[in-house]
């Protein structure tokens, strides 16, 4: 269900600050793209962020943020329909943490997407990162206020 915009929607930043320094023993820094999402039509984003996660100057993942407009329909079947979008197909479902967490592989990364409130996650780790699943709990701890 589109939301109805007559005019670009302004897209905030989520600030570096709304995420603990470190997540996992990796570095979390903020990449800005500020110009490809400061306005878009239609879209279902308040806010976003985009954080390299480093270990040295590796970058051993990624982690998008995207804070949804509270007219974005909170049901099952819009939620799934993003994920699938997001992982460009059918992901696994797990339950970890109290959330619903989708798993994707690709050609050297895995991608872990889920929702918390009206808050989408999606983290992406290189597949040679030695502990994704750790860094996944640590990640699925983050709350944004």
């Given amino acids: 269900m589109p939301i109805k915009t007559t005019a670009a ?19 979390v820094q903020p990449e800005s793209d500020k110009a490809a999402v400061s306005h878009a039509d239609g ?58 967490v989708y798993l994707a592989s690709g050609i050297g990364s895995a991608t872990s997407t889920w929702f918390d409130g009206r808050v989408l996650f999606i983290l992406t780790t290189r597949s040679q990162y030695s502990t994704p699943r750790a860094l996944l709990e640590a990640t699925l701890g983050v709350h944004l206020s």
């Fill in 43 to 100: 879209s279902y984003a308040r806010a976003v962020g985009f954080y390299s996660l480093r270990q040295s100057q590796l970058v051993e993942a990624t982690l998008e943020v995207i804070e949804l407009v509270p007219s974005t329909p909170n049901t099952a079947g819009f939620r799934l329909s993003l994920v699938n979008q997001v992982t460009g197909g059918i992901p696994s479902e797990v339950r970890l943490s109290g959330h619903s």
């Fill in 9 to 27: 929607v302004r897209i905030g930043d989520i600030p570096a600050s709304a995420l603990p320094a470190t997540l996992n023993g990796l570095r």
